[in-house]
């Protein structure tokens, strides 16, 4: 059973950065939607899948938008932050409602758009390697359907005065989403680190948003 996509009304205040911050007022992205769902239910029960409200109507409405360019394609998000922000391990960020991680779309081995496995098996999902070419098992990365929705965060946000801080995606994958139709759009819109992170985000890509904060006190 799929859920509309809410307006969310609670007003939020973020503190601080993404490394150390907090969150007054964080809503809950919503369990699922027409094309996406959470990753998990047990981490969703847990209040793992807060955010600042304006990122949940940036994310949602993303979504909406690739409901209607891209109405083949599914797409999951996973771990966001706790309502009230703080310390999120295993994450060195995600601490004041600004970050999501969303796990990459992938295509199976007929070429459909389907969600990546993501249990305890798997830690959600976190467990996942996919190689140089973004390939696992019978997955291949969709790429064009991520590179579709960086631009639909980029134009949400922007809709709303905001924009995108940066994206963490693997840089030996990267090659091949800037290769895609929106590659030209990415490089001139989208700040993709080109850095290698601590953990490599190879099955997920974790996306900073820029929404004014207060300092910490």
Known sequence: MFLATPNFASASQCFGNTQNGRLEGGVKLPFAGKNFVSYSRSADLAGRTYVHQEVATIVTSAYGALATSHPNKVFKYAETGFKQGGQFKPHKTHRNGLSVDFMVPVLDAQGRSVHLPTHLFNRLGYDLEFDHQGRLQ?????????????????????????DLQRVIFDPKLQPQLLATKHGDYLNKYVRLSKRQAWVRHDEHYHVDFVVPCLPMN
Not at 148 to 157: G, I, N, R, Y
């Open 138 to 162: 019978q997955w291949t990365i969709d790429f064009e359907a991520l590179a579709a929705h960086l631009v639909a965060l980029h134009q949400a946000a922007t809709a709303q005065g905001r």
